[in-house]
Nanobody, 130 residues
Framework: QVRIVESGGGLVQPGASLRLSCAASGFTLDYSTIGWFRQAPGKKREGVAIMSGSPTTRYTKYAGSVEGRFTISIDNAGNTVYLQMNSLKPEDTAIYYC?????????????????????WGLGTQVTVSS
């Protein structure tokens, strides 16, 4: 059974860092595309960071608004994906979702199509406020 669980969200001040985790079970992240998305109140869900490829070659792509501040990575066991978020801004406030597409999607399309991701977690809230 496919299961995706996000964790690591919270309330932080501007300029702080957070690391989100996406624990996957029931499938392998190898030869898949995994992405972090976010949805702020009143806004559409948007792509934040995407990783796709094989265990030996993984490609990443980021939204322009987070480029240089956020980093997507995967653990050596290939079961957990992380989103390291640095220099957080109030506009980063949103529910962050992890999602998986069951095949490699390279070159990575931007913006990513949400309907290409069939498995989603329930999300974790990130609030950036002073």
């Amino acid at each position: 059974q496919v299961r995706i669980v996000e964790s690591g969200g919270g309330l932080v001040q501007p300029g702080a860092s957070l690391r989100l985790s996406c624990a996957a079970s029931g499938f392998t992240l190898d030869y898949s595309t995994i992405g972090w998305f976010r949805q702020a109140p009143g806004k559409k869900r948007e792509g934040v960071a995407i990783m796709s490829g094989s265990p030996t070659t993984r490609y990443t792509k980021y939204a322009g608004s987070v480029e240089g501040r956020f980093t997507i990575s995967i653990d050596n066991a290939g079961n957990t994906v992380y989103l390291q978020m640095n220099s957080l801004k109030p506009e980063d406030t949103a529910i962050y979702y992890c999602a998986r597409s069951g095949r490699i999607r390279v070159p990575i399309r931007w913006p990513p199509r949400l309907d290409e991701y069939g498995d989603w977690g329930l999300g974790t809230q990130v609030t950036v406020s002073s």
